[in-house]
T-cell receptor, first 110, second 115 residues
Framework: TQLLEQSPQFLSIQEGENLTVYCNSSSVFSSLQWYRQEPGEGPVLLVTVVTGGEVKKLKRLTFQFGDARKDSSLHITAAQPGDTGLYLC??????????FGSGTRLLVRP | KAGVTQTPRYLIKTRGQQVTLSCSPI?????VSWYQQTPGQGLQFLFE???????NKGNFPGRFSGRQFSNSRSEMNVSTLELGDSALYLCASSLVRDRVYNEQFFGPGTRLTVL
């Protein structure tokens, strides 16, 4: 069974600080996705990484896929209150079902 | 382009009842997937429908079922509700250009409370 573990589970930081969220697995994934979910809403896709070692940037968010395609990280520079939410990583298993990590709940205090 | 819509947004039922949730995918999206989200188990895959056929199924009991119509709209049904079925039920649609990517576009969810 392919599993995705995210760390940390919770993160509370001050506006302007940097942070990194990790998504790890013992299995190889063909791709990994990152979603952000706000209260009362469904998750919103942020990015998909496909190639080992790939780095993608979305404004202040930087996503990296590990060389072995078993892990990924999300780095936020100068966090803002609008970044608050639940960050989820997800990847398709061998039968194309999307598996989600347990999530990182981020709170950015003004 | 309109996003994924789900109805109803909130639902309260009692144990033993059954419930039907509805989902309209983004126009042009032919794949619809359903997920259950709870604080304890996180987001878990229920099933996926494509061209009115169930293409994939998660590890849930037979009380959970679904279907897809010719216009890609989908419904899921939960029979004989249990307290543990209380959750946010999310529907997602995708273009299915490549199943390796399987990028999902989620609706706002239906919050089901079982009393």
């Amino acid at each position: 069974t392919q599993l995705l573990e995210q760390s940390p589970q919770f993160l509370s930081i001050q506006e302007g600080e940097n942070l990194t969220v990790y998504c790890n697995s013992s299995s190889v994934f063909s791709s990994l996705q990152w979603y952000r979910q706000e209260p009362g809403e469904g998750p919103v896709l942020l990015v998909t990484v496909v190639t080992g070692g790939e780095v993608k940037k979305l404004k202040r968010l930087t996503f990296q896929f590990g060389d072995a395609r078993k892990d990924s990280s999300l780095h936020i520079t100068a966090a803002q209150p609008g970044d608050t939410g639940l960050y989820l990583c997800a990847g398709p298993d061998s039968s194309y079902k999307l598996i989600f990590g347990s999530g990182t709940r981020l709170l950015v205090r003004p | 382009k309109a996003g994924v819509t789900q109805t109803p947004r909130y639902l309260i039922k009692t144990r033993g009842q059954q419930v039907t949730l509805s989902c309209s995918p983004i126009s042009g999206h032919r794949s619809v997937s359903w997920y259950q989200q709870t604080p304890g188990q996180g987001l878990q895959f229920l099933f996926e429908y494509f061209s009115e056929t169930q293409r994939n199924k998660g590890n849930f009991p037979g009380r959970f079922s679904g279907r897809q119509f010719s216009n890609s709209r989908s419904e899921m049904n939960v029979s004989t509700l249990e307290l543990g079925d209380s959750a946010l039920y999310l529907c997602a649609s995708s273009l299915v250009r490549d199943r390796v990517y399987n990028e999902q576009f989620f609706g706002p969810g239906t919050r089901l409370t079982v009393l």
